[in-house]
């Protein structure tokens, strides 16, 4: 397969890390009573100004959050509808933000989850392409035919 997924997985990180500096940038500084008023009060309780990475309703991520099945037509469909599912939280933050420092970041993070999407489109047809092929053979591993493994 080629390595998209790869390379997009690096981009993804590199969103973590911007959306985690705007967390950080609009927290910093903020009294733990303004905090609290503006709805962030379990937020501050657990982790004061520090950024750690929970969903909009206070779950922390995990790795139950990605999945990877090992079959590409699964993998590739998971991570279109994952592509689709990060766009439209971004334009719902949009929906919520009115600071342009804010704005202008989410709405490059909504336009890369599109271009994600297309990448990973074409990857899904080139893989249909090839399953397709009337020539289309598997070797599998010997391991998997040997005891001694
Ligand atoms: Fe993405």
Known sequence: ?????????????????????????LTKGVPAKVLEKEGLGAYYTDH???????????????????????D?????????AAEQK??????NLINLADDPDVLEPLK??????????QRFGEVLR?????????KYYVQKPIYENNAAY
């Open 126 to 134: 080139i893989v249909q392409d090839t399953l397709a092929e009337k």
């Open 108 to 117: 490059f993070l909504r336009e890369r989850e599109i271009v994600h999407f």
């Open 72 to 80: 590409p037509l699964a993998d590739l469909t998971e991570d279109l």
């Open 1 to 25: 397969m080629p390595h998209c997924e790869h390379d997009i997985g690096t981009e993804e990180l590199a969103h973590l890390e911007m959306v985690g500096s705007m967390v950080y940038q």
């Open 48 to 70: 004061a100004h520090a950024v750690y990475p929970v969903s909009a309703a206070g779950n922390p991520f995990t790795a139950a959050y990605i999945q990877s099945k090992g």
């Open 86 to 91: 990060a766009r439209a939280t971004y334009e």
